[in-house]
């Protein structure tokens, strides 16, 4: 049997894992500000249906035909799938090296898409920068490996402090002409530019149509998913860049490396 909740504390909000301990015994969360008791309560589980959630999982079935193919209860099954993506958000690449491509993307949605309830409280999002979709910045190596996170704005700051965090200095950064990269160079980086409003794509080899793919790739999986609660979007996009960057392995590696994942934030007994 597998015994125990995180090793870590979650926020039952918003599934973040950097909590904040207050006098009195509870505990709050650091993104969200959710105060709640200790949220690792004791769950049991036999380690063949973990397993099996965990192939169900990488065959990305949903969670209906989850609860059809495996013996779990619905709470158990998405407390199982919430672990298994916060266990992704900390799978994270190693620092990147080499050419790398930078840029950033809007998620939200398309508009015919959206409840009634949004269209009528809400104007219609203008596409591109500016727009009150959600922005994400994405890093990705020629390796193909990528990295993202979600962001506040597109300014230099937020773009820019991310580059320094996870891409070594002396590499070379292939980005669009946005203003948010204006300077990476004198922080010890070569630069090169695809000018996009011009209809260059490709110049001398420097272009990020590679992370414009992976871009493609995630908002595909998304829009499968058929709409994500805001606050949970952070946990579906570490899912997919964690899958996105594991596409070579197979079925069974895949299996084996979730499970291993999953039980630094499963005590086992």
Same mark, same amino acid.
């Not at 973990?50 to 779990?72: D, G, K, P, Q, Y």
């Not at 949004?118 to 727009?131: D, M």
């Not at 965090?165 to 010890?188: E, N």
């Given at each position: 049997? $597998?015994?125990?909740?995180?090793?870590?504390r979650?926020?039952?909000?918003?599934?973040?894992?950097?909590?904040?301990?207050?006098?009195?015994?509870?505990?709050?969360?650091?993104? *969200?500000?959710?105060?709640? %008791?200790? %949220?690792?309560?004791?769950?049991?589980?036999?380690?063949?249906?973990?397993?099996?959630?965990?192939? &169900?999982?990488?065959? &990305?079935? @949903?969670?209906n035909i989850?609860?059809?193919?495996?013996?779990?209860?619905?709470?158990?099954?998405?407390?199982?799938?919430?672990?298994?993506?916060?266990?992704?958000?900390?799978?994270?690449?190693?620092?990147? &090296?080499?050419?790398? &491509?930078?840029d950033?993307t809007?998620?939200?949605?398309?508009?015919?898409? =959206?409840?009634?309830?949004?269209?009528?409280?809400?104007?219609?999002?203008?596409?591109?920068?500016?727009t009150?979709?959600?922005?994400?910045?994405?890093?990705l190596?020629?390796?193909?490996?990528v990295?993202?996170? $979600?962001?506040? @704005?597109?300014?230099?700051? /937020?773009? /820019?402090?991310?580059?320094?965090k996870?891409? =070594? =200095?002396?590499?070379?950064? *292939?980005?669009?002409?946005?203003?948010?990269?204006?300077?990476?160079?004198?922080?010890?980086?070569?630069?090169?530019?695809?000018? !996009?409003?011009?209809?260059?794509?490709?110049?001398?080899?420097?272009?990020?149509?590679?992370?414009?793919?992976?871009?493609?790739?995630?908002?595909?999986?998304?829009?499968?998913?058929?709409?994500?609660r805001?606050?949970?979007?952070?946990?579906?996009?570490?899912e997919?860049?964690?899958?996105?960057? !594991?596409?070579?392995?197979?079925?069974?590696?895949?299996?084996?490396?979730? $499970?291993?994942? $999953?039980?630094?934030?499963?005590?086992?007994?």
């Amino acid at each position: 049997m $597998l015994k125990g909740a995180g090793m870590k504390r979650i926020c039952p909000k918003c599934s973040n894992t950097k909590i904040w301990s207050l006098k009195d015994g509870r505990f709050r969360c650091a993104k *969200c500000r959710q105060t709640f %008791s200790d %949220s690792r309560k004791r769950i049991h589980i036999k380690t063949t249906i973990l397993r099996n959630v965990i192939e &169900e999982f990488v065959l &990305e079935h @949903s969670t209906n035909i989850i609860l059809n193919r495996v013996a779990v209860s619905k709470y158990m099954l998405l407390k199982i799938l919430t672990l298994l993506r916060v266990a992704m958000t900390h799978d994270l690449p190693a620092v990147f &090296e080499g050419t790398v &491509e930078v840029d950033e993307t809007y998620l939200g949605g398309q508009w015919k898409n =959206k409840r009634l309830a949004v269209k009528y409280s809400s104007q219609r999002a203008k596409r591109g920068r500016g727009t009150a979709k959600q922005p994400v910045f994405g890093i990705l190596c020629r390796n193909g490996k990528v990295w993202a996170d $979600l962001i506040d @704005s597109v300014d230099a700051k /937020q773009l /820019q402090s991310r580059i320094v965090k996870q891409v =070594k =200095k002396g590499s070379v950064i *292939c980005s669009d002409t946005w203003r948010g990269y204006t300077g990476i160079a004198a922080k010890g980086y070569v630069h090169r530019l695809v000018t !996009h409003s011009k209809n260059s794509y490709v110049n001398n080899g420097n272009h990020i149509n590679g992370l414009e793919g992976f871009w493609g790739y995630l908002k595909r999986k998304l829009a499968a998913k058929g709409g994500i609660r805001a606050e949970r979007l952070h946990l579906y996009l570490a899912e997919y860049v964690w899958r996105y960057n !594991h596409r070579h392995m197979n079925l069974k590696e895949q299996q084996s490396y979730l $499970l291993k994942l $999953l039980k630094k934030y499963i005590r086992s007994g």
